[in-house]
């Protein structure tokens, strides 16, 4: 799977869109973008995944050059529970049977 | 609909006893991860289960680990004799199997496993 790098934390200001920013400049043609995030303590939640083409579900969306060298998870109205550990992962989908491969992730800190 | 559950959620044992943590998938998932963050490490896969065949498991770090899923339904990871390095949190996931599944993994609660 390919790597990815993104910033080690970030801070946003309660209501306002926090953006994520990831790079993968290595990624291969059938290797999706996912994202997940981990609050404090809990296991880690699904947020999203992409090809190419941009995505938006109730939780997020999900931005994806047209290179597909980066991409940016996009929180449009952040909430002091978006606190987390974001994670964005590149993997191939194919039959749900790929581990995933968790970087250091990016602590998002929401306030007030 | 229930999702991926563990037990125990926290559990203190001594370096060389034998610890067995569970978890059960969400139902119909047939993918089950099993998944480990160590103090201050990324979160690494450890194996993964399709019903009861062991897929890949070239995460586990030594013969000490055993991970079982007899049936297909829930599945045990044992870890014998315990050593300090073993302390974290144990994650399991699971996911569908079979095209038109979304893939996504649902993760459990974890375990906490503390070695003292």
């Known amino acids: 799977d390919a790597k990815t790098t993104q910033p080690p934390s970030m801070d946003c200001a309660e209501g306002r869109a926090a953006n994520l920013p990831c790079n993968h400049s290595?990624?291969?043609?059938?290797?999706?973008v996912y994202w997940y995030r981990q609050i404090h303590s809990q296991g880690p939640q699904y947020i999203i995944h992409?090809?190419?083409n941009n995505e938006t579900n109730e939780m997020a969306s999900l931005i994806i050059t047209e290179d597909r060298k980066s991409s940016t998870l996009i929180l449009p109205h952040a909430t002091l529970r978006d606190t987390a550990v974001y994670y964005c992962?590149?993997?191939?989908?194919?039959?749900?049977?790929?581990?995933?491969?968790f970087g250091t992730g990016t602590q998002l800190k929401v306030e007030l | 609909e229930a999702g991926v559950t563990q037990f125990p959620s926290h559990s203190v044992i001594e370096k060389g006893q034998t610890v067995t943590l569970r978890c059960d998938p969400i139902?119909?998932?047939?993918?089950l991860y099993w998944y480990r963050r160590v103090m201050g490490k990324e979160i690494k896969f450890l194996l993964h289960?399709?019903?009861?065949?062991?897929?890949?498991e070239s995460g586990m770090p030594n013969n000490r680990f055993l991970a079982e899923r007899t049936g297909g339904t829930y599945s045990t990871l044992k870890v014998q004799p315990a050593e300090l390095e073993d302390s974290g949190v144990y994650f399991c996931?699971?996911?569908?199997?079979?095209?038109?599944?979304?893939?996504?993994?649902?993760f459990g609660p974890g375990t906490r496993l503390t070695v003292t």
């Open positions: 289960f399709v019903k009861e065949s062991k897929q890949d």
């Open positions: 139902s119909g998932h047939d993918n």
């Open positions: 996931a699971s996911s569908q199997l079979g095209a038109g599944g979304s893939y996504e993994q649902y």
């Open positions: 992962i590149v993997r191939v989908k194919e039959g749900g049977g790929n581990k995933l491969t």
């Open positions: 290595t990624i291969s043609g059938n290797e999706y």
């Open positions: 992409g090809l190419k």
